[in-house]
């Protein structure tokens, strides 16, 4: 199961990590070079260890409740802007600015 | 001036005297100081610490109330300055995690481990540098620049969590904070010639530890001693309603065999020695004085045997698949618009990968990739799926080991001592320092290093490794086998 360069084009898009050429090539070496040391587990006898690997395994779980984090800070201290109780964060430079002083700070 | 000899005394010993107001409340703190100030600044300096606040330690002594007969047992760690690794959330100083993309940034909220930290009456005057979100084993990997080792500027410390290591085994605090996801406390404790321990699995809280792979993270304690480790350990541990993955099982009294003196203080203890910790291509060197250690815990009464963890070979293939797909997902948060650093690109998309391509060193890139191509559509069976099979028949190796009777395991902590710095180009050999100690990890066992003797000048790191929650034992053995190598472990 080599890597190509597509491949390491694919899941860097995947990541959302934006790649030049030259690192693609060398990325291409480097993740052949340590998946090959992973081939060893397609020959091991896993029995009955091949559950799902989803299962929780006796791991207890907690209620599904908001659990709020006490901030040392008032949000707005930290936020680059708020409206109705949500974040506002920097606009996208290529989106322009807006008229409205509303909308300042959205993105 | 203050009296840098105290750090030569032990964090316990120092605290009782500050709560009883036999040493200033801030005695402590200013040897620490001092300390940092003449071993890490500078370009012939550690680099060991990214982030001072001496400030904000001593604004701390003034709500702590120390020095009028404070009973220890409120203040078990009056006035001792801790150092911090930088992927714990602290207020007063920024949370880095050692990386571009979150240079400067400030918690608005804190650590569990550091109001624990703090509300027992420890001061905080440091952050220490890492392998960036505690991606290596060298702490090389770094955005500020590496961390040396302090007994040979040309070598590592260690990683990820180099920079407490080095602080500690500098002097300048006698306890600091790392975090483990593979080995990173106790690979640089051995390699600096200190005690290193990582807790079971849900021992201690890891609300506010930057996450990496949740699966395998811990906050980790490094000491210069036994004791003082025990005694951070002792103050961190415990469930938290804010980490689910913390356990509701009694926290023991680490540090209740640190006066047995006793001819035989581990009668009745099974040491079991994996053989495939001793490969043939082990240093004999190293082979000698794992021997030595064996033998001066049977001397101390207990029974060492031969056993076997068969999986043992297959921790760093499994590990280097669990810890990169983990951490591909857990670092998809840093996009440029909730952290730190961004980098306008074309559009969303190409603001996000502006962002993270400059925000992310080259390790960082590396393991991104490689844990989103094995979680993707046609490999996730072949590499994530398997290796978490395995995984399990790595974990069921040390439960059949445990259930037959074996209270302890003795390993060697690292294959090598301390490499020299820039001395391994190919990130697979990298991996393979952790080879000794992910498989702790992997299984969520307690496992702690400790120093056992030297090689060319350089330390040696013995491995203990316990059951689940069963860090109380280790610490017994830790105890004993310390006080029976005595100058040996240093020499």
């Not at chain 2, 100030?37 to 606040?53: F, K, Q, R």
């Not at chain 2, 309603?241 to 009745?268: I, K």
């Amino acid at each position: 199961m080599a890597v190509s360069e597509e491949d390491v084009r694919h899941v860097a898009a995947l990541a959302r990590l934006g790649l030049s050429q030259p690192q693609v090539a060398s990325l291409v070496g480097e993740l052949n070079g340590i998946l090959e040391h992973m081939d060893v587990l397609q020959q091991v006898d896993i029995g009955s260890a091949s559950l799902d690997p989803d299962a929780t395994h006796g791991m207890r779980m907690r209620d599904d409740v908001p659990n709020p984090i006490a901030l040392h800070r008032p949000r707005e201290a930290f936020a680059p802007g708020m409206r109705d109780g949500f974040f506002l964060v920097p606009r996208l430079s290529t989106h322009g600015s807006t008229d409205s002083a509303d909308d300042e700070g959205e993105g | 001036m203050s009296d840098v000899s105290l750090l030569s005394r032990s964090a316990a010993d120092v605290a009782a005297d500050i709560a009883a107001g036999r040493l200033a409340t801030d005695a402590a703190l200013n040897a620490s100081l001092q300390a940092y100030a003449a071993t890490d600044a500078g370009p012939s300096g550690l680099n060991a610490v990214l982030y001072s606040d001496a400030d904000s330690a001593r604004a701390s002594l003034q709500s702590l109330s120390l020095g009028n007969g404070t009973s220890t047992d409120a203040r078990p760690l009056a006035g001792i300055p801790v150092a911090i690794k930088d992927n714990i959330a602290t207020l007063s100083m920024p949370t880095s995690c050692g990386s571009k993309i979150l240079d400067g940034y400030v918690s608005p909220f804190e650590a569990t481990v550091i109001a624990k930290l703090r509300a027992a009456g420890a001061l905080m005057p440091m952050k220490t540098n890492m392998d960036e979100f505690a991606m290596g084993s060298s702490t090389e990997n770094s955005a500020f620049g590496a961390t040396k080792h302090p007994m040979d500027h040309t070598r590592v410390p260690g990683g990820s969590s180099g920079g407490s290591a080095a602080v500690v085994a500098a002097g300048v605090t006698r306890i600091a904070l790392g975090s483990e996801t593979g080995g990173s406390v106790r690979q640089p404790a051995a390699f600096c010639g200190i005690v290193g321990v990582k807790p079971t699995y849900g021992r201690v809280s890891r609300h506010g530890l930057v996450a990496f792979a949740s699966s395998l993270d811990q906050v980790g304690v490094f000491g210069q001693t036994v004791d003082d480790a025990a005694l951070g350990l002792q103050v961190i541990a415990g469930a938290d309603a804010l980490d689910s993955t913390t356990v509701d099982v009694p926290v023991s009294d680490y540090r209740a065999s640190r006066d047995n003196a006793a001819a035989q203080p581990l009668a009745g203890v099974v040491v079991g020695r994996p053989v495939e910790y001793f490969p043939d291509s082990l240093d004999p060197r190293m082979r000698e004085l794992l021997d030595r250690s064996a033998d001066r815990l049977r001397a101390l009464g207990a029974e060492v045997r031969d056993v076997s963890l068969p999986h043992t070979a297959l921790a760093i293939p499994v590990y280097y698949i669990v810890a990169p797909a983990e951490a591909s997902s857990n670092l998809a948060r840093f996009d440029g618009v909730r952290y730190g650093l961004r980098v306008e690109g074309d559009g969303l998309r190409g603001m996000y990968e502006a962002t993270r391509s400059q925000g992310f060193g080259p390790e960082v890139t590396r393991r991104i990739l490689l844990g989103t191509y094995v979680l993707s559509a046609g490999y996730y069976d072949a590499y994530y799926k398997r290796a978490m099979a395995v995984r399990r028949l790595i974990a069921a190796d040390f439960t059949k080991v445990f259930a037959s009777g074996v209270h302890v395991l003795l390993t060697p902590t690292t294959p090598t001592t301390a490499f020299k710095a820039g001395s391994k180009t190919d990130p697979y050999e990298m991996y393979m320092s952790d080879i000794f100690t992910a498989t702790a990890n992997l299984a969520g066992v307690p496992a702690m290093s400790q120093p056992i003797g030297r090689i060319d000048g350089l330390p040696v790191g013995g491995q203990l490794l316990a059951s689940h929650f069963d860090e109380a034992t280790m610490f017994r053995v830790a105890y004993a086998l310390e006080r029976a190598l005595g100058s040996e472990a240093h020499a």
